[in-house]
């Protein structure tokens, strides 16, 4: 089973500022990684998917990246509703698997 | 569009076998490249994948939780329904249904469920 890292674990920033988020997998997963936002309540949205293609009507701040085992997720200049917890994913072999996730929060 | 809704019980006794339906519209299961599966999130965790079907009925289950599950798909229904024996308040979670599709999001779940909180409880 592939083992997906996330770092950090919290975020703490303000509106307007740039977040970067790290994935890590224990092995290489090529492209086949996707980034999700989940806010609280609610169930998650697909942001990216193979690494760095956005999901349909996914606004441009958000920007993935990397392959192999390492992949970051962009937020250029976080607004309001960004703050949230994001989970990569990668479906390159069974089972699919989620990393622990990073919560963004508000500074 | 295409929306997914869970339906089936919110409150299991352990030992007991847990049936959830997920019902679909604006997609059909019998398109090349489409699958639903089933994902949970225990209160305050990660997500995890339980079990995927795909068009053509290939399956895929956790393989830490094979022996207990099995997905079928009812395609004139539009359904598909995930049975877990032997709850146990581990199990305790909220279980999404989920939509993947090859040519869209690369097999990604791009659709969700809203998801049915299942508590395992005597």
């Known amino acids: 089973e592939i083992v997906l890292t996330q770092s950090p674990a919290t975020l703490s920033l303000s509106p307007g500022e740039r977040a970067t988020l790290s994935c890590r997998a224990s092995q290489s997963v090529s492209s086949y990684l996707a980034w999700y936002q989940q806010k609280p309540g609610q169930a998650p949205r697909l942001l990216i998917y193979?690494?760095?293609n956005r999901a349909t009507g996914i606004p441009a701040r958000f920007s993935g990246s990397g392959s192999g085992t390492d992949f970051t997720l962009t937020i250029s200049s976080l607004e309001p509703e960004d703050f949230a917890v994001y989970y990569c994913q990668q479906r390159s072999s069974w089972p699919q698997t989620f990393g622990p996730g990073t919560k963004v929060d508000i500074k | 569009q295409i929306t997914l809704k869970e339906s089936g019980p919110t409150l299991v006794k352990p030992t007991q076998t847990l049936t959830l339906t997920c019902t679909f519209s604006g997609f059909s299961l019998s398109t090349s490249g489409v699958g639903v599966g089933w994902i949970r999130q225990p209160p305050g965790k990660a997500l995890e994948w339980l079990a995927l079907?795909?068009?053509?009925?290939?399956?895929r289950y956790s393989p830490s939780l094979k022996s207990r599950l099995t997905i079928t798909k009812d395609t004139s229904k539009n359904q598909v329904v995930l049975t877990m024996t032997n709850m146990d308040p581990v199990d305790t979670a909220t279980y999404y249904c989920?939509?993947?599709?090859?040519?869209?999001?690369?097999?990604?779940?791009?659709?969700w469920g809203q998801g049915t909180l299942v508590t395992v409880s005597s």
């Open positions: 079907i795909y068009w053509n009925d290939d399956k």
């Open positions: 989920a939509h993947t599709n090859y040519y869209d999001s690369s097999g990604h779940v791009d659709y």
């Open positions: 193979d690494a760095s």
